[in-house]
Each structure stands twice: as structure tokens, then as C-alpha cells.
């Protein structure tokens, strides 16, 4: 399977991701997670109103993942991930054609699953 995931890094992080959860550490947990945030929320330029639609249903697939590690008890494990996303999010939409709407909807997802998930863990105060 490892051979298979080598060929898509995409699919290799997330393999990375499963595993992670599947060994419980928390510091292991939340830098997986802040690197799919970086893998899915990079390189994009600038993002015309056509590309704005695809870009903002990978975040959402994206945002999906991270509220069931926080359904699933992981706030402080994916604190750090979505505080990256939101930052990440908020530059994109800077940077494209949003005329549509939907990256400020996942911004916003975003930013209410980062309070979230700072109510249910206790994430560093500075």
C-alpha cells in the first residue's frame, strides 16, 4: 500500500494522518494535522472564480477531517491545525475571486471550529 501512497502525496500524508490518530500521541496527532493543512492549503496563486468553487470544496473536505478529530476528542491535538487553516484561508481569500462565497464560508468554518476546539481543549494562551 506504502508503494501505492508514494505516488500521490496527498494520499501518503493522509495514511501519515490515520496512523498518527491511530497511535493516540497528541504531539504526533497535531503536526500531521498542520501538515495536511499546509499540503492542502498551499501553492495556490491567485484563484479565479471557476477555481474558487474546487479550492473551497478540498478546504471543506479538509475542515471535515479536522471537526471529527475534535468530535472525536483530539481539541488540543487539532488546535494547532486549524489555527493554521484559518490563517491559510484568510491569506487565500485575499488572493482570489471569491464572488461566489464559498471560501469566506470555509474561512468561517474554519474560524468557528478553531473556537471550538479552543472551549473544548486548553490551547497555550499566548
Known amino acids: 500500500m506504502r ?3 508514494a505516488r500521490d502525496p496527498a494520499v501518503d500524508q493522509l495514511l501519515d494522518t490515520r496512523a498518527a490518530v491511530a497511535t493516540g500521541d497528541p504531539d504526533l496527532i497535531g503536526t500531521s494535522l498542520v501538515e ?5 492549503l498551499s501553492n495556490w496563486g491567485f484563484v ?5 468553487f474546487d479550492v473551497a470544496r478540498e478546504a471543506g473536505d479538509l475542515l471535515d477531517e479536522l471537526a ?7 481539541a488540543a491535538a487539532v488546535e494547532p491545525a486549524l489555527r ?37 481543549g486548553r490551547p497555550d494562551p499566548v
Open 3 to 5: 508503494e501505492l501512497a
Open 36 to 40: 495536511s493543512v499546509n499540503d492542502v
Open 48 to 52: 479565479d472564480y471557476r477555481r474558487s
Open 84 to 120: 493554521r487553516a484559518v490563517t491559510r484561508l484568510r491569506k487565500l481569500t485575499e488572493n482570489a475571486d471569491d464572488s461566489g462565497g464559498m471560501l469566506g464560508d470555509a474561512c468561517q468554518q474554519a474560524a468557528d471550529l478553531h473556537a471550538r476546539s479552543c472551549r473544548m
Open 68 to 74: 471529527e478529530h475534535l468530535d472525536g476528542g483530539a
